[in-house]
Structures are given as C-alpha cells and as structure tokens.
C-alpha cells in the first residue's frame, strides 16, 4: 500500500526523485560547463578534463549518498554501507565478473573471424593492463553504481518487478550519458546511438542480476570498471561493417539476459522482490 504522501501514479518515490535530482543537476553542470568553455573538445591534457571526471564521479556518488542520508530511515542508510563494503562473497561472483566482461568483449573479434576469416590484432599489448587500469576505472565509471544500482533500483523494486526496475534505470542511466555526445574526446562522441543503447541494457541486465543476487554494491562497481576496461583494451581493432555491429551486440544482449534470468528467476523475473536484508555474517 502506497504512503498518502506519495501519489500512486508517480513513477518514481520521493528518494529515486531526490536522486535523479542531484545526480543529474551535479553532472550535467560539470559537463554542461566542459562543453560550453572548450568549445565541444576535451582531452586529459586540459584542466577541465578533471572537471569531466568529477562531474561523471560525484553526481551519481553524491546524489547516492543524499537519498540514503537525507530522505530514507536509518537502517536503510546502514544497509547501504554494508552493501558498499560487501566483499565476503563465494569465489565464483569474482571468476564470473573477471571472465565475463573479457568474454563479451573477445566477442566482436570472433565474429570478424567468422565473417573475413582473419581476427585482426587483438592482443597488440599484454592483457594484464586491464587489471593495470582498472583503478582508473573504478573511479571514472565504476563508483557510478553507488547511485544506479545502489540507490535507484532497489527503490523502484519497491513498486516494481526486477524486470521493470532494470528497464526503468537503463532509461534513466541512458539519458544521464547525453552530454557526452557533444562533447570532442569521450568515448560517446560520434558513436552510434543505438549500438551504445543496446550495449547498456546488456550491461544493465547484468548489474541488476549480480545485485539483486548478492545485494553487494562493491561487486556491481568491479563489474562495472572491468566492463570499461575490456572495452577500453579491445576497441582498437573493432568490427568495421555495420551488420556485424549489430549482430555481436545482440547477441551480447541475447547472452546476458539469459544469465540474468537464471540468476533472478528464483525471485521470478516478473515480480517484486523482498526487502534488503543483509546479515552480520555470511
């Protein structure tokens, strides 16, 4: 049953609200103010570059932090933290999430193969550099799931199913990166909407399964970052013809939602989970 203080047709609660709020007002003022004072073009060389990487940083991290703070119980707030640090978890979540990102990733590669007959160059630098940068991806991409996984789906789950709940975050998540496209040096300028739209829903689907599964922020954030960084290893050699874009990234899209069925559909795909419960020990 709905508070009075909520409206039933709001899509949205007070505290996915107040997160959107913030989350979208601190990035895209940082972002807004890259575009407007370099003219569209950035690179790490310039001293807004940093003003980029805060502004993709702290609006989801901060608006995270807000809702749970400000406009949610105490307990919540506490649960948040420990979903933050929850990194007692059986060795197989960590395999998955190191594996599965280089598999997505090694994908397009197989299917130049399976289209020219030749893979291109692939490992043009040894793959241990994934792990190298991955700091930097934790950072610049990866905290981003304190907000979209740790804030704004468990909230819509209070109201809708799992599956719901995904959709609505990548649409929300989806519009956050808008700047991006009119601005010179990030890896969304000139890219092709669609493709990224699909890729995010695939990423989306796994984020959601591996948090609704372990209720572990910390993993969402690794998987995250190791996604950005086999993406980052793997882009220089991509797929040159349109078709084969599309094919490998439904496919992508194909085999992670199978993944996320089999790892949700013991809560059943289509309906609400219970409420986060996280115990003292595992």
């Not at 601190?26 to 060389?45: C, D, N, Q």
């Not at 310039?46 to 990487?53: E, K």
């Not at 975050?169 to 699909?198: K, R, Y």
Request: aromatic fraction near 18%.
């Amino acid at each position: 049953m709905m508070k009075k203080t909520e409206k039933s047709g709001n899509v949205l609660n007070k505290k996915s609200r107040i997160y959107i709020l913030y989350c979208y007002a601190i990035t895209w003022s940082a972002w807004g103010t890259v575009i407007l004072l370099s003219h569209g073009k950035i690179s790490p060389e310039q001293p807004l570059y940093l003003l980029y990487g805060l502004g993709g940083l702290l609006g989801p991290v901060l608006a995270a932090f807000i809702a749970h703070k400000f406009y949610g119980p105490k307990n919540e707030f506490k649960q948040f933290l420990q979903q933050l640090v929850r990194v007692k978890l059986h060795y197989m979540w960590f395999m998955g999430i190191i594996l599965l990102p280089f598999a997505l990733s090694f994908l397009p590669f197989s299917m130049e193969w399976s289209n020219s007959g030749h893979m291109g160059e692939i490992f043009v630098k040894p793959y241990y550099t994934v792990f190298l940068t991955l700091p930097m991806f934790i950072i610049g991409g990866g905290m981003e799931e304190l907000g979209w996984r740790g804030t704004l789906l468990p909230e819509l789950n209070k109201k809708y199913s799992i599956f719901t709940s995904t959709l609505v975050v990548t649409v929300f998540w989806l519009f956050w990166h808008v700047p991006l496209w009119f601005i010179n040096g990030t890896v969304q300028f000139g890219s092709n909407l669609e493709i990224f739209m699909i890729s995010l829903l695939t990423i989306s689907l796994l984020l959601s399964a591996v948090y609704i599964k372990t209720r572990s922020i910390f993993l969402c954030v690794l998987l995250h970052a190791l996604f950005n960084s086999n993406g980052s290893y793997f882009a220089a050699s991509n797929v040159e013809a349109t078709w084969p874009e599309y094919l490998t990234v439904i496919i992508q899209l194909f085999i992670c939602f199978i993944i996320y069925y089999f790892l949700v559909r013991r809560n059943n795909l289509f309906k609400k989970i219970p409420p986060i419960r996280i115990k003292n020990t595992d």
